[in-house]
């Protein structure tokens, strides 16, 4: 489904955050991305929503080179692929309904549509009774699951998650990793989760793909990590 | 309409900016609208003037009342004349007083004897001005003919000329400014709108669709503009039509049909949106940054 094919990103500053990546994701899958920071996690999944492009090498989705994807198409892309951002990336001044309603509003279908697909996700999250709170009336780990439930609203085949657990309290985060695997199993949706979050890693037995220093170090079926 | 909707919503979000730009836009179109007024006015005194010529003859004091008489037979029969109005020393004073009340020190040493007795004659076309002033030239009564409509039309037509030249730096030069402010209003609007951009842009959202409400509110603005623009203009006529009316004496430019105001309103929003939407395309272009 997605292949990386000697992928390089080097930065503007000299910064090499990947260098020489080969790595292939099938359907359905869960897999971890783990390493410490600046080992090239959220450089890898930026690469996957073009949301940076490569320095060299090609990445295909579904077969197709995202690098060669035109400006007008690339917004398929990102509707295929759900993101939960680092920052999590809420609007403060929209209510949780509002904030999940977006990638359904950018694809403009109807309110009633939306409202169906917003309360389903939000009952999925079990965030309903939140619907019309503001981000700031939440705590941490309703914030992450209000993200995820953005970023599977939209059934993408893909769910990228970069550092959902964060910030969380161990239980918190392992009951989001948990709505993670429900959506992989229930929905077939592959995801790609990265984390630095040893614990979380070697809870949940997936694929493992070590990262380090830019370079893949382990790349293991149900495998564990070892943070330094 | 629900494009208008969430448009006008932002719009609420901050209304002083929003306010700029649409008084921006009011005056422009103000200010186009009473040009488009003077001109098309202009127009229509200047071909009333046209169609209407009119010889002055001034007689000299020694010219007798029998031979004004005579001269006023002779300009009648010579062309196609309207109307022959005399005008008597006295009536010429009056005539002085009223034009130059604000002026005491002119009024007070001239009387009755200084100023001549006079012919006005209306002619039909104005093919025959030559030759009624060929007619009466030269005859010894006569002091001088003046045709005021060649001097009026020339006055009229320099003046309008004037009011189109004034009229389009004005518009062009506020126009401008209305460009000016609209791209600064909607840069801002991308700025405070730059984090919910790039999460639409992230999520799949088309660039047409994150430009789209910055193209709506532009055309708001055009819109409201110039509909403003507009009322004032028509209630400011209305109000003030009893007075150019009395001005204008016989030239009969009222009632001005509301169609006229609807046409220009129509004409006056279409040029509002053009500049709204493009005023939005360019900041668009300029602040727009996604990938």
């Known amino acids: 489904m997605i292949q990386f094919e000697q992928v390089t990103k080097a930065y503007p500053n000299g910064q090499v955050a990947l260098e020489n990546i080969d790595l292939a994701i099938d359907d359905s899958e869960f897999v971890f991305i783990v390493g410490s920071s600046g080992a090239g996690k959220s450089t890898l999944l930026k690469l996957i929503t073009r949301e940076i492009s490569p320095t060299s090498g090609s990445i295909l989705y579904n077969g197709e080179d995202i690098r060669k994807i035109p400006p007008d198409k690339l917004p398929i892309l990102r509707r295929r692929v759900g993101t939960v951002f680092q920052d999590f990336k809420l609007l403060f001044t929209r209510t949780v309904f509002e904030n999940v309603a977006v990638p359904l509003e950018v694809r403009s279908l109807k309110d009633s549509e939306v409202e169906r697909r917003v309360s389903s996700v939000l009952e999925k999250v079990g965030l309903l009774e939140k619907a019309n709170d503001f981000p700031v009336q939440l705590s941490g780990g309703e914030v992450q699951r209000t993200a995820i439930a953005r970023a599977i609203v939209g059934q993408p085949e893909v769910l990228l998650a970069d550092e959902p657990t964060g910030d969380l309290d161990p239980k918190t985060a392992e009951s989001v990793v948990k709505v993670l695997e429900k959506i992989n199993k229930e929905d077939k949706t592959t995801v790609i989760m990265a984390t630095h979050n040893a614990q979380i890693v070697n809870h949940f037995k997936k694929r493992v793909v070590v990262l380090k220093k830019g370079k893949i170090e382990k790349d293991e079926k149900e495998g564990k990590y070892e943070s330094d | ?291």
């Open chain 2, 1 to 291: 309409m629900s494009q208008i909707k969430k448009t006008i919503k932002i719009l609420r979000r901050s209304p002083y900016q929003a306010l700029a730009a649409a008084l921006a836009m009011t005056l422009t179109f103000f200010v186009g609208s009473i040009f488009v007024i003077l001109i098309i006015g202009g127009q229509l005194i200047l071909n009333y003037v046209e169609q209407r010529p009119e010889l002055h003859i001034f007689f000299k004091d020694e010219a007798s009342d029998t031979r004004i008489s005579e001269i006023t037979q002779i300009v009648k029969s010579s062309g196609s004349v309207i109307r022959v109005k005399y005008t008597s020393k006295e009536e010429a004073l009056a005539i002085y007083r009223e034009r130059l009340k604000g002026e005491p020190l002119l009024l007070e040493s001239v009387t009755a004897d200084y100023l001549p007795r006079s012919i006005q004659v209306t002619i039909n076309k104005p093919e025959d001005i030559i030759s009624i002033t060929k007619s009466v030239e030269s005859l010894p009564e006569v002091d001088q003919v003046v045709s005021l409509t060649d001097e009026a039309i020339s006055n009229l037509s320099t003046g309008l000329k004037i009011v189109r030249i004034g009229g389009i730096i004005l518009v062009s030069t506020l126009m401008a400014i209305s460009f000016l402010i609209i791209i600064m209003v909607v840069g801002m609007r991308i700025a405070l709108r730059r984090d919910e951009i790039s999460i639409m842009n992230l999520v799949g959202a088309t660039k047409w669709y994150i430009s789209r409400p910055f193209f709506v509110e532009g055309a708001i603005y055009g819109i409201v503009g110039s509909t403003i623009a507009v009322l004032l203009t028509y209630s400011m006529l209305l109000f003030y039509s009893p007075n150019i009316q009395e001005f204008l004496g016989e030239i009969q430019i009222f009632p001005v049909s509301p169609l006229f105001f609807v046409y220009l309103w129509a004409a006056e929003a279409l040029v509002a949106i053009l500049v709204g939407i493009i005023g939005a395309a360019i900041a668009l272009f300029r602040y727009l940054k996604i990938r």
